[in-house]
């Protein structure tokens, strides 16, 4: 087993399953990459059963079948169905568009055990806006109801940003009225679409503030009716995040095409060598893939990371953001207080503009 100053290997508890790239929403955060994998490269069912067979037999107990939107699959009944039959707990992400309530019955008889909807604002001009659909808000609606007819459980995951950061409560309250029994307060991670759009996401650190304040309360009045989930966004934090709960340690992503990654952003570091399933099983990719390697444990780090006393809980950071805002993935996470390039994030935290929404689209 080959690992990297990584101590034991660990096994991935979670598997983060992107079924395909193709969405006809257009979130200006999403956090897919820039350049888009087309239907003609995903991988076909056969090989997702094999996948979650083989992520089985490594350790992982959950696999979230996400995108890109999931109901664009046509075989998404049988994906799942493997899924299950692998033994995985199953977690739909979905938009809610392109998922017909024929779809989701299907999918409830196939042992779906779960299913979160992201919503883009508690009103609906503003949220299909955000979207880049027209009539999304209602269908996401719609499909909720169904999600808890069938009583299958509900997360309302709500992106947030400059937008909507103003509405945290009226989002809440709009999950419970949904019947959702947990809710994902998601300020916008700023990778991939959000990098793009970032002067336009960016909130002020007053709202950030104000937004904590609003959490805090909601979480006291509402305790008992509804988890409420919520960290405070990277660029007003003192420390990082642990990102996937540390590279090549907890989880592991597989894109469309059947690459896999240590996290949904990883190819944005030039230079890493990801290995697919269409070559290799997933525990020899697990285990001695040079990608999973390249961050793994404590070795790579450089100070003030290598001698922190937090180096094991937070892992430095997250890698992709080293990269993009000082240009070396082994930096310090420059949202990190201690990074000597913090001043860097503090500069672009206080950039903001109002230009149209760059939209992912293909
Ligand atoms: S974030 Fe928006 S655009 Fe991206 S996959 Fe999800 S719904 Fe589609
Ligand atoms: S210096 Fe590195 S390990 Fe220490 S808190 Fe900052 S990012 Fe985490």
Redesign the pocket.
């Known amino acids: 087993m080959t690992q990297n100053g990584a101590g034991n290997l660990h096994k991935p508890l979670g598997l983060l399953a992107e079924l395909t790239h193709r969405c006809p929403l257009g979130c200006p955060y999403c956090s897919n990459p820039l350049a888009l994998e087309p239907r003609a490269h995903e991988l076909d069912t056969a090989t997702w059963a094999r996948v979650f067979r083989e992520a089985a037999s490594l350790g992982v107990l959950q696999v979230h079948l996400s995108g890109g939107e999931p109901g664009a699959r046509r075989d998404l009944v049988e994906i799942t169905t493997a899924a299950r039959d692998a033994g995985l707990y199953t977690n739909l992400i979905t938009s809610a568009v392109g998922i017909t309530n024929k779809t989701l019955a299907a999918l409830a008889d196939a042992g779906l055990d779960h299913v979160q909807i992201s919503i883009q604002d508690s009103e609906e001009k503003s949220a299909d806006h955000i979207a880049g659909y027209e009539g999304a808000y209602a269908k996401k609606r719609s499909l909720a109801a169904e999600v808890v007819r069938l009583k299958m459980p509900l997360t309302v995951n709500a992106v947030i940003h400059r937008a909507n950061i103003e509405r945290i409560s009226e989002l809440v309250d709009l999950a419970l009225a949904l019947g959702a029994s947990r809710v994902e307060i998601a300020h916008a991670q700023y990778y991939g679409w959000a990098l793009k759009n970032r002067a336009t996401l960016m909130p002020t650190r007053e709202q950030v503030q104000q937004a904590a304040n609003v959490v805090e309360d909601l979480r006291r009045r509402l305790h008992g009716k509804i988890v409420i989930d919520a960290v405070i966004p990277d660029y007003y934090a003192r420390?990082?995040k642990p990102c996937v709960g540390g590279w090549g340690h907890r989880s592991l992503n597989v894109a469309p095409d059947g690459l896999v990654l240590p996290c949904h952003a990883a190819q944005s570091i030039p230079g890493l060598e990801f290995w697919s399933v269409r070559e290799h099983s997933l525990t020899d990719i697990w285990e001695n893939s040079p990608a999973f390697n390249a961050f793994r444990g404590t070795a790579w780090?450089q100070e003030?990371?290598a001698s922190?006393?937090?180096?094991d809980?937070?892992?430095?950071?997250c890698r992709c953001q080293a990269y993009a805002l000082t240009g070396d993935a082994a930096a310090?996470?420059p949202v990190?207080?201690?990074?000597p390039n913090h001043a860097r994030v503090e500069t672009l935290a206080a950039e903001r503009d109002t230009a149209p929404y760059d939209y992912r689209r293909m």
């Open positions: 420390f990082p780090m003030p990371c922190c006393p937090r180096r809980e937070d892992f430095g950071g310090t996470d990190c207080h201690l990074s």
